[in-house]
């Protein structure tokens, strides 16, 4: 069995314990622990609640446990809503300046920040000094770590953190693990620097939760274009027209905005224009719950935009997929110059995960298909895989003419020959068939737990990481896609073969996955089902799996 | 296709006596004079939305953007940015930008991107079959509003003033010569130029009688002043007014969004150091 422990950390929002759980985070992964932070907070500014489970295993892990081993708790309202989470032999660290008469290790944080003449949001470091000292981790790794972090402001952070330090007691000392520490990565900041391996120049977002931290992360760097525009609608017209100029162009969303952008998903698909759209889900209909998680937009991405058209939808459980499948998706969308659809979550978006940086050489920018400049140029010259050249304006002695109206090869209009017409719609279905093949030598389906197993379940996107861990576990068989469209019909029947029972875990209220394995021909039997907005808990799930399959 | 001729051999689907063939006839004069002062003619790029104006794209021998409706601008945006070397022209409709793509015609003109925008402006949706639209007259009798619309048009050049377009200008279909030196000028303005073109519909809404009778050129006007551009286009405000003023009622020099976007890009010349770098601070 894995070695492992969960620590929460609560507060009001403004307090500033994300950044604390991510310093916890780092603290414990310089300690050679495998890391998982989960994130929960509210549609607000200031006040309500918020926190973070800090998940330490000795072995990979990308899921949060319900029960956790340490509770920071900031305010008496993180305490009253996760007393109960403590285990038997928990430990709370809690703030006396806010909280009376509890067992465990009171901090003075405050008091201690003022006293030494410190901002109110650096009584964080009082918490992270006082759990250091409960795991029994030496003061020396947590100055390198807040020298590292705050560089020449780390001074009174050290002195605020010894502080909280001195005031605790080893309550049980962690050993430090054997392993080199990994990074710990964002998916959103994984989607960002795939995309960046991949060559991305421009990225065109609108504000909108879980995706907007994409935008602000890409506008911190220097070699590429950043545009906030009006709206969604310009977002993805404004990123069809910089693809136009040979732009590399990303756009991201939630669900919501990305259903402003459809109409012109199918515009980027008639103009054979490349473009990478990430949905970022949370719980819709609607406004829904803007911060909270869900996987309801499967079969919305898989089927948005009228009329027949491709697409290349990719679904990423963790942040190594999402770099590596962010970069896949560029790569895609330049060689065959169509849409590609990143679908994630919140989860994947604002939850840390490691990631093994090897990852960087599995996404490499992949040369497109340039005209060759003999003869008249075509935009939509007719080829056997359906690829036509591509030329960009400015370009001597080419007319590039891109349309939104069905076209012959040089791009004017056409709708009197019927034979033109259809030639156009076969050649761009051409390419969704020479994409299939193309990518069907790439692991395209993951398979985890027991392989022989006869039961399966099958997941998607953030439920990777729970349905691994329970996978193995329980003696299960785990499926996961990681591409949708076009379908790896072939591994997946390879993925399944021998197995008499299936069942989906899914992050919706209409088991999306499961309509869609029904439609492909793959009978599920069952589908274990969450729509409150959380991701599922490993208690919670573990409790599921063994009344439904085991 | 002849690459160096401006023309097409396309069949042309538009009315007879349609405004449109004015303005096409002004943009390839346009096209031409630019392309004698040395613009390359690979530079321009053309975008529209969807009505008759559009059509245009099919008849011009240049690169060209065919986008959604009300969406000619939306692309165009994209293309300025991705390549703030390439001259832009947009072509769009009444219904394109003043109804359904209202939106972009005001942030564009917002962030005085560099750009041309040509509005077609038949004062109806003509290629939907004669629908009132956002400059039709109160009382349009349309196959939407068979007694009448109940709204009254806005003026798009007073709009485009209070946007922050720096260069707004009113041309007619029916006066080449005049529409052509507008274009010429708005292509060479470096910012925002707006040209709302007056634009009879033969089929649904034929204006050109009382065009004739009341449009006159501006003269001598101070094209630097915004009070008096914008008191120049309460002279007819689309709805009441008696003469119609045309030529360039604002002109001023102000940054371009497009070069200002671009002006500090750093390359990064190994993008693998450069992310385990970032890596490596977050171990």
Known sequence: MPKEFSILIGGAAGEGTRMSGQLIGKLLNQQGWRIFIYEDYQSLITGGHNFSIIRASSERISAPTKMIDYLIALNQDTLQKHKGRLKKEGLIIYNLDQIKGEKGVGIAALTITNQLGGKPIMKNSSFLGALGKVLGIDWQAIEDLLKREFGEKADLNLKIAKAGFDQAKTYRKIEKLNQKPLALITGNEAVALGALKAGLEVYISYPMTPASSILHYLAGFKNIITFQ?????????????????????????????????????????????????????????????PTYTAQGDLLFVLSAGHGDFVRFVVAPGDAEEAFYLTGLAMNVSWKYQMPSIVLIDKEISEDTFNLDESVINRVDKKEVKIWDKKGEYKRYLDTSDGVSPLAFPGEVNAVVKATSYEHDEFGITAEEDEEQIKRMQEKRQRKYISLAREIQDLELVKVFGDKNSEKAIIIFGSNKGIGMELGKELGLRVIQPLVFQPFPEEQMKTALSGVKKIFTIETNATAQLAQFLNCQGIKVDDSILKYTGRPFFVEELREELKKKIQ | MNKNDLDLPTKNTWCPGCGNFGILQAIKNAISILEKKGIKKENFVLTTGIGCHAKIVDYLNINTFYGLHGRALAVAVGIKIGNPNLKLITCSGDGDSYNEGISHLIYAAKRNIDLTILIHNNRNFALTTGQYSATSPKGFKGRSTPMGSLEAAFNPLELMMASGATFVARGYTAKIDHLTNLITQAVEHKGFSFIDILDPCVAWFNTYEDYNKRVYELKDNEVSSKEEATKRTWEWDYNNGDKIPIGVFYKIQKPTFDQEINSELIKIQNIDNKIKEILEKKI
């Open chain 1, 229 to 289: 525009p009006e709206n969604e609608i310009e977002v993805i017209n404004a990123a069809i027209g910089s693809a136009y100029t040979g732009k590399r162009t990303m756009v991201g969303s939630s669900g919501g905005g990305f259903a402003l952008m459809v109409e012109a998903l199918s515009l980027a698909a008639q103009s054979e224009t490349p473009i990478v759209i990430v949905e970022s889900q949370r719980p819709a209909p609607a406004t829904g719950l």
